[in-house]
Every structure is written in structure tokens, then in C-alpha cells.
């Protein structure tokens, strides 16, 4: 094999910038309060939007009579389906998410904002603007809308049922028309060979992102050379998306539409849709007045993205000298009414179908339409529901076949040289990476992860793969287990493009138009730009989105930004820096030397992929069922670490969310209303402090060919394999094994007296 | 009212909440409204020196009670809406230091729950820091980092930990 064909070498000089823990660019801003984010945008003049959301989970509306609110004085407008553009909104999220899909399938319903049929309990029925929020919301109060309820289906197992309601037209629920399909080998042909066939069924809930700065937008219209134009201040991961969705439909050139972004208070990949953009523009250009559209908690949880539910059945074969000969999974997923989310699915399908070394693999995932709240992008897209599935599956294969768990992964894990089988050139190796076997890794520090994972935590092995079942020295009714899962992520390839500008006086601008959500990609950019020009990195500004300043580039997502942006970054800054090598005068407009960059990174002989290996140690208290996290080590490779610090707190934040995924977290509707239960953060249970226990960070001691200075992906593995960690540890505790999620104290008790009720 | 060591003269209905006379009426952005419902802690104030949730305090009980905000915490304190200071606190300094966050939209909340903390508790243990934080949720997830943070400042030693320990100086200025 030739060595890896990367866009960027690896480090040519000793670092000066890279592998440096600097405090974030914009750290100071954020501990004095200063920060401006975008729900601290205000215009003078701004009117204050509100949305009336539909009670029921799918219904058509007869008719809607706003004569008493705009009766209300200080109500500026109301906006309905009659004021709807006819063109429909092309969501940012649905132009990543509906890749994978047949072309060829028969098409949904497109997408239409204040559609006059309603597709789930919360969906948008109307919105009125006001001069301050409680005339807006007196006025909700005053619309009378009639409904026609219509038949709706919640369960993604009963929506792919043949007589049941369609969510999108069409001919199927099924998104895309059809299942994503992943395949190597011959799968029957595998089954054959093995001595031991074990199947189980794994099931994920809905789950919420929730981050703490809920949706907002504040748009307003004015009059520009050549006619209108839009502007707007919103939460966003992709600004460059959102102005070509709201371009799109209110029939403007992209030009016309200005979308700008302050700091971002998270987005775990959640703020990608354009709706709220929408509704304020459209507010704003019937009151002729900015208007700002702010979600509640409540709104944010049922009108923003959730993480898709997941039903998985796995079966795996394997010989009894423990090789795994055959893996084969089915999964459906509930992805609501507006995001076909098939790339969801793909990740989903990548875990279970690459983790392992297997020569016969085969994956069938259903995405489906439901009338529940919206699934979309939510850190780590499919990957933890497949892994959750995965690795507590393999905990009971190793079981059956009397092995230890670690063991069992060290000889199983995918090796360095990919999959077993030929690889039949075809061009790149492409971003939604082929299962087709004979393609190496560009770096695969999975073993090291295995390896230096366990030792940091103590791992103890269990030569029979039964549970220890080991009772604490003092309170013997608290159980103590241990356990372990890894992962396997895909770096995101992204096309990139980047301008740099060296000043004279030795500083530089990193002009990207990709958004710094708080995962720290800013002062990444800044720090692989420094490391180029040989500055200190706090002579690097990173310019703020703003799609009237800088190029178009991918939006924030698929762990992409350090590798495919900073590829750019680099670009641009290495032709910034030839420029002023050569004795070029500096750009006088600019007032230095620019470099720019439009590049696609990647490898067109390698796959570029993350790993991870999780331990953990849990108390499970018998008595009230609850699950503490005591112990836990996360060793990852995600090839060079251009920020340890920074990367250290990305790993701690995807564990504790994993924590909360694996132990407290179901965002939870009505079987018989559709609504939802608990879109509260009382009611939703996230991680608090005294949940998380000290983690062990490990990184493996790996620099990539491909990605820039070394780096692979990191922002998304943390949160895939901490939920299957804690399941393996709690049946090595307990003895009970879970297969959904999440073991809440209800669920623990529950399974613990029906063991009782056995014996 | 006093925030942040000056007195100010505000016209409100007195069923505002404190946040939103601070955020709306003062210009002080850095108390953040997260949920609105006194779940999350982001908008933590102290009010007399105590850690309050300003999301869930009818403004007319404090009229004339001694507010401070994250912007009290930095720098001289006042005059209010002030740009932010290039004097940050021992605190506010330990959490930059320790990458005490990271989108930084629960920050504040954190900060002034600590600020709160150490007032009463200038060396806490790490249980402490924990059970002071009880009330707000990092999404993020970088509480690790938080209550090093804390812990850091508080051990910086009297004067280390003077402002954020509330010894009288600065948050009071």
C-alpha cells in the first residue's frame, strides 16, 4: 500500500502553536459577562414574536380567526399558512441529513413552514408579533384555530406497518424510500462457519440536546440598492445553510439574505434548522419591523432536535476460539416528520458494521417518518445508538464464549490494515466511508486505547466473562461492577474554505464561516494559523460568522472543523505567508497579505478515522435503584491534540452527556396525545455536578499522515461509548442486563424484584 | 436598586423578575435566562451576598437588598454595562486558567453560585464545591473543570481568593 495521499503534510518544524493548551480567544469575554450572544441581539424598534403550536400530533387546520388579537393594542401582525411563501424551505439539516436516500424513490411532501396540515404536537399552526412578549402572548390567546384532527402514528414500528398514516405522502414512511444498506462479505456464508449464533434486541429513547441558549432570531428587512433586503441574527451551526434555506424561499438571491451569528450558547449539533429564521422574517416583513423570535425552554425541547429513538436487532456468529465470522443488524429509527436523517443511520450502520474485524457484515436501517417532535443532528448522529446495541452485545458474545470482555476486543477490534477483503479502487475513499473490506487506516490507535485505557483505570479481567458481582465493604446492599466499550468515528471530510490575512505588523485574520458552537474551534483555527506563520496564536483573531464577510464553508458538524477548515487554514495560511516570502506588496484594501483556500482534505487511498476505548466503574444501590458513576477513563485517538486542555474538556462533556444519556434521559411524549411529557429541565434529567465522577482522560500517542499537523476528529466520539460502558458495568455488578436505555431507579427496582420474583 | 455596588433608579412593574431588570432595564447581558423556571442556575445572582435565582425573584423583594452580577465580579464592578474590565477576579481568572467551560451560556450562573460559595466558605472542600453547584446544569458538561476551578481560586490564598472570597473588596467595590 502507498503511503497515505493527504492534502496537508504533517508537521514540517517543531511545534510552536500546536499541542499548546491556551486559554480560548474568546475565554475573557465569556468569565466577564461581556459576551454577546444572539439572544442578547436587540434593534431598536424590535417587535417580539411568539408561536402558536399545534396541540395535536397531526391535523389539518379548518380555519384560524385572528380579528380579536390584532384587535389587541400593541399587536403588530399576524402570520399564517395564508401568508406562507409557496416555495418550500430547503432546512439546513435536511441538505447534510438526506444523503444516503434513493433518488430514484418516490419523493416526500417538501417541506413547507405554517403548512396548513400539522405533523406533530408542536408543530407551527401560526405567529404574532407584538411590542413587548406578554401583549404577544395575550394575543396567542385571543386566535381561535380549528382543527380536523387526523389519524398519526408515533411508534416507528408501527409507522412502516403498510396501513399506517402517512407522515409525508409518499408511498412509505420509510425515508429516502428505502433502508440504508451496509454490506461486505456474504452474511448466510458467515453464519455457517460459526459455532455460536447470538442475537439481541437494544432499544434507544428520544433524547434532547437542550442547549442552555434556547433558538432565537431576530431578522429584520430594509431597503438595499437593488431591492430588499434580509437580515438576521441567529443561533446557528451553519450560517452559510440558513441563508441559502431562507434565500430560497422568499425568492431572494443569496446576496439579499445576511445571516450573522454572535457566540453560540452550545449546539451539540442541534441548531441547524431554519424554521425560527423563517417565521420571525416572515413577522418582520408583515409588521415592517424587526422582530425578534425567542423559544422557551419548553419550545426549545419540543420545536428544536432530538436524538432519533433507535430499535436495533443484532445478530453475531462466532467460532469458539472467539473469531467473529458474521454480524447482522436491522434497526428502525423515529426520525418525526421533517428531517429524513438517512446519514443518521449510516453512522449508526458504520459502528456496527466496522468495530469489529468481520469479513461478512450486513446492515439494514429504516429511518421513519413519525408524528412526533423532530429527530435531526444531535453529537454523534447514529453512532451511540448503534454502539450502545454493539457493545453490550459483545459483552454477551464474550460471555457465551467464556472470555473476558477485553480480551475478546483486543483480538477482535479492527486492525490498522481495515476490514478483511479486496478493495476494488474506485477514486476517494468517501466521506460516508465504504464497508467494502482491504482499506487501511490512515492511523488506528484503537489497541493503544484498549491497551493504556485499561491500565489507567485497573481494569480487572474476568477470564469467565461472568460478572464479578462484587457487594461494597461497608454497605453490602451497593453492588460495585466494572465495564467497557470502545468506538469506532469517521472523520468528517468537509469541503473547506478559509482566507487568512498576515499583517506587517506580525498579526493575522482568520476569516472561516464556520461557527465556534463552544466546542473551541476558534482558537483551534487560531493555533494551526499561528503554527504556520510562526506567530504566538494571541496575534490570530478568528473573524465571527457572517456570511457578508467571509467564504462559504461547511456548517459545524461531523466532528469536521479542525480537520476539514484547519486544513484550509493552513492552506490559506502557508499562501499568505509565500506572498510575503516573495516580496509582495501587502493587499492595500486588506492591509496585508492573503491567502485563501478551497480544499476538500482526505485520502484517496486510507480511511480517516477516531477511536476510543471507555471504562468505568458503577455503585449500584440496591435499595433505591440508583446508579452512580465512581471511576471513569476515556482513552481516545484522535491523532494529534492541538489543544489538550481544550480537548480534555470536550472528552469530560461528552462522557458526562453520555452519563446522562445512559442513566436519566428519555425525552418522553403520550402514547395517546402525542405530546410531549417532559420538556422541562426539571422533568428532563441532565447530568448535574454531583453525577459526573473525576475523569481520566487519556490521549493515544497517535499522529495521522492525513489530517492537519496530525489531528483527526474529536468533538463527537466522547458521547458514543459511555452509555454501553455503564450497561456492561451494571450487569457486572448486578448480574441484570440491560439492553434499553435509560436504567433509570425506576427500571433498576423494577428488574431487581422481578429477579426476586424468579427466585 | 444596588447592583454591583451603585444605586440605581429603575421604573418596572414590580412583578418583573430580577432578571429581566437586570438583562432588560440595566443592560447587564451576562445573567442568562435559560429556562425561566429556576431549573438550570444560569441566571445565579448574589443578593446580599447569598447565591439567588434571579429568574424566580419578583424584583420588588430586592429593592433594597445589595445585588451582584457577573460584570460586579470583574474589575472595579461599576459603572454598570460598563465593557468588560481587563481586571478579572481570582475566580473568574482560575476558570479561564482551567477551561471552566465551554460555550460559556452557563457560565455566569456558575460563577456567582462560587462567587456565593466562597463568600460564606472561603476553603472548601471539593464536596462543598459539589453540593454548591447542586442547582446548575453545565450542558457542556465541564463540570470537572469547574470545580477545579473553584477549588484553585479558593486556594490561591488570602489574597488569591480575596474578591471572588468576598473579603470586601472588589465584588463590593
Known amino acids: 500500500m502507498s503511503a497515505p495521499g493527504g492534502t496537508v503534510p504533517s508537521t514540517v518544524r517543531p511545534p510552536a502553536a500546536v499541542g499548546r493548551s491556551i486559554p480560548r480567544l474568546e475565554g475573557r469575554e465569556k468569565v466577564s459577562g461581556a459576551a454577546r450572544y444572539d439572544a442578547d441581539v436587540e434593534l431598536p424598534g424590535m417587535l417580539y414574536g411568539l408561536v402558536l403550536r399545534s396541540p395535536y400530533p397531526h391535523a389539518r387546520i379548518a380555519h384560524i380567526d385572528a380579528s380579536r388579537a390584532l384587535a389587541l393594542e400593541g399587536v403588530k401582525a399576524v402570520v399564517t399558512y395564508e401568508d406562507a411563501p409557496p416555495q418550500p424551505i430547503e432546512a439546513a439539516d435536511e441538505a447534510l441529513m438526506g444523503d444516503g436516500g434513493d433518488e430514484d424513490a418516490p419523493q416526500p411532501d417538501p417541506v413547507h413552514v405554517l403548512d396548513r396540515t400539522v405533523r406533530f404536537a408542536g408543530d407551527e399552526v401560526l405567529a404574532v408579533c407584538a411590542v413587548d412578549e406578554a401583549t404577544a402572548l395575550a394575543a396567542l390567546a385571543l386566535i381561535e384555530v380549528r382543527y380536523e384532527p387526523l389519524p398519526f402514528v408515533l411508534d416507528p414500528l408501527e409507522a412502516v406497518e403498510p396501513g399506517a398514516p402517512r407522515v409525508r405522502g409518499g408511498r412509505t414512511n420509510v425515508a429516502g424510500g428505502k433502508p440504508v444498506r451496509i454490506a461486505r462479505g456474504d452474511v448466510a456464508a458467515g453464519f455457517a462457519q460459526a459455532d455460536l449464533v447470538i442475537e439481541g434486541t437494544y432499544s434507544t429513547p428520544f433524547a434532547s440536546g437542550t442547549p442552555l441558549e434556547a433558538r432565537v432570531t431576530v431578522a429584520r428587512w430594509h431597503e438595499g440598492a437593488d431591492g430588499p433586503v434580509l437580515d438576521i441574527w441567529k443561533t446557528s451551526r451553519w450560517v452559510f445553510g440558513d441563508r441559502r434555506s431562507l434565500a430560497r424561499v422568499f425568492g431572494l438571491s443569496p446576496e439579499r439574505v445576511r445571516i450573522r451569528t454572535a457566540h453560540v450558547g452550545a449546539s451539540y449539533g442541534n441548531k441547524d434548522e431554519s424554521r425560527s429564521a423563517y417565521i420571525a422574517a416572515l413577522l418582520a416583513k408583515k409588521a415592517g419591523a424587526p422582530v425578534r423570535l425567542a423559544y422557551t425552554r419548553q419550545e426549545e425541547m419540543i420545536a428544536g432536535r432530538l436524538r432519533h429513538s433507535s430499535h436495533t436487532t443484532l445478530r453475531v456468529g462466532v467460532t469458539k476460539r472467539g473469531e467473529i465470522t458474521a454480524i447482522e443488524a436491522v434497526q428502525y429509527m423515529a426520525t418525526g416528520p421533517y428531517v429524513p436523517g438517512t446519514g443518521v443511520a449510516a453512522r449508526s450502520g458504520y ?74 479502487p474506485t477514486g476517494e475513499i468517501v466521506p460516508d466511508q465504504p464497508a467494502a473490506g482491504g482499506i487501511p487506516f490512515s492511523s488506528n490507535g484503537l489497541r493503544e486505547c484498549l491497551e493504556r485505557g485499561a491500565e489507567v483505570f485497573g481494569y480487572v479481567p474476568r477470564p469467565n466473562g461472568r460478572p464479578a458481582l462484587r457487594s461494597h465493604p461497608e454497605r453490602p446492599w451497593v453492588k460495585i461492577g466494572q465495564g467497557m466499550a470502545m468506538l469506532i468515528y469517521k472523520t468528517g471530510k468537509s469541503q473547506a474554505q478559509a482566507e487568512v490575512c498576515l499583517t506587517p505588523d506580525g498579526r493575522a485574520e482568520v476569516r472561516v464561516g464556520n461557527v465556534d458552537v463552544g466546542q473551541g474551534s476558534a482558537t483551534v483555527l487560531a493555533q494551526l494559523a499561528a503554527e504556520v506563520l510562526a506567530l504566538g496564536p494571541e496575534r490570530v483573531r478568528v473573524s465571527s460568522p457572517d456570511t457578508d464577510a467571509v467564504m462559504s464553508t461547511h456548517m459545524t ?36 497579505w492573503i491567502g485563501q483556500a478551497s480544499l476538500r482534505p482526505g485520502s484517496t487511498t486510507h480511511i480517516v478515522n477516531s477511536f476510543g476505548a471507555h471504562f468505568c466503574e458503577v455503585e449500584v444501590d440496591t435499595e433505591t435503584g440508583e446508579v452512580a458513576v465512581t471511576r471513569y477513563v476515556a482513552a481516545h485517538d484522535s491523532g494529534r491534540i492541538i489543544n489538550p486542555h481544550m ?73 458514543v461509548a459511555p452509555a454501553p460502558a455503564i450497561l456492561n458495568a451494571i450487569y457486572d455488578a448486578t448480574g441484570i442486563r440491560f439492553t434499553a436505555l435509560p436504567v433509570s431507579p425506576a427500571r433498576l427496582l423494577e428488574a431487581l424484584e422481578e429477579r426476586e420474583a424468579v427466585r | 436598586m444596588h447592583v454591583n455596588g451603585a444605586a440605581h433608579r429603575v421604573r418596572c412593574s414590580p412583578s418583573e423578575t430580577l432578571a429581566e431588570v437586570l438583562r432588560r432595564r440595566l443592560g447587564l447581558i451576562g445573567t442568562k435566562i435559560a429556562c425561566d423556571r429556576g431549573e438550570c442556575g444560569a441566571c445565579t445572582v448574589l443578593v446580599d451576598g447569598r447565591a439567588v435565582l434571579s429568574c424566580m425573584t419578583v424584583v420588588s423583594t430586592v429593592a433594597e437588598r445589595r445585588i451582584e452580577t457577573v460584570e460586579g465580579l470583574s474589575g472595579a464592578g461599576h459603572p454598570v454595562a460598563a465593557p ?87 465584588v463590593e467595590a
Open chain 2, 84 to 170: 468588560a474590565s481587563d481586571q478579572l477576579s481570582p475566580l473568574q481568572e482560575a476558570f479561564l486558567r482551567r477551561d471552566a467551560f465551554q460555550c460559556g451560556y452557563c457560565t455566569p450562573g456558575f460563577l456567582m453560585a462560587a462567587a456565593g460559595l466562597l463568600r460564606a466558605v472561603p476553603h472548601p472542600s471539593r464536596a462543598e464545591v459539589v453540593a454548591a453547584l447542586a442547582g446548575n446544569i453545565c450542558r457542556c458538561g465541564a463540570y470537572g473543570h469547574i470545580v477545579d476551578a473553584i477549588l484553585e481560586a479558593a486556594g490561591g490564598g488570602a489574597s488569591g481568593a480575596g474578591r471572588a472570597a468576598g473579603d470586601g473588596e472588589g
Open chain 1, 557 to 592: 458538524a461531523g466532528s469536521a472543523t479542525t480537520f476539514s477548515a484547519g486544513s484550509a487554514v493552513i492552506e490559506a495560511a502557508r499562501q499568505a505567508l509565500a506572498r510575503r516570502e516573495r516580496g509582495e506588496a501587502p493587499d492595500p484594501q486588506a492591509g496585508g
Open chain 1, 351 to 424: 459502528g456496527l458494521t466496522y468495530l469489529y474485524h468481520c469479513p461478512n457484515v450486513s446492515y439494514t436501517g429504516y429511518v421513519v417518518y413519525t408524528h412526533t417532535p423532530t429527530a435531526g443532528s444531535f453529537r454523534g448522529l447514529g453512532a451511540p445508538q448503534g454502539h450502545l446495541a454493539m457493545e453490550v452485545h459483545m459483552d454477551r458474545v464474550a460471555e457465551a464464549l467464556g472470555m473476558d470482555p477485553l480480551a475478546f476486543r483486543l483480538k477482535n477490534a479492527v486492525r490498522p490494515e481495515g476490514q478483511p477483503g479486496e478493495w476494488q
Open chain 1, 647 to 719: 480537548a480534555e474538556n470536550q472528552v469530560i462533556g461528552g462522557v458526562t452527556q453520555g452519563i446522562g444519556y445512559a442513566l436519566s434521559e428519555v425525552f418522553r411524549l403520550d402514547e395517546g396525545t402525542g405530546r410531549a411529557l417532559n420538556a422541562s429541565l426539571y422533568w428532563y434529567r441532565v447530568p448535574f455536578a454531583h453525577h459526573v465522577p473525576p475523569i481520566d482522560v487519556v490521549f493515544a500517542d497517535i499522529v495521522d499522515p492525513v489530517g492537519p499537523f496530525g489531528a483527526k476528529s474529536l468533538g463527537e466520539p466522547p458521547i
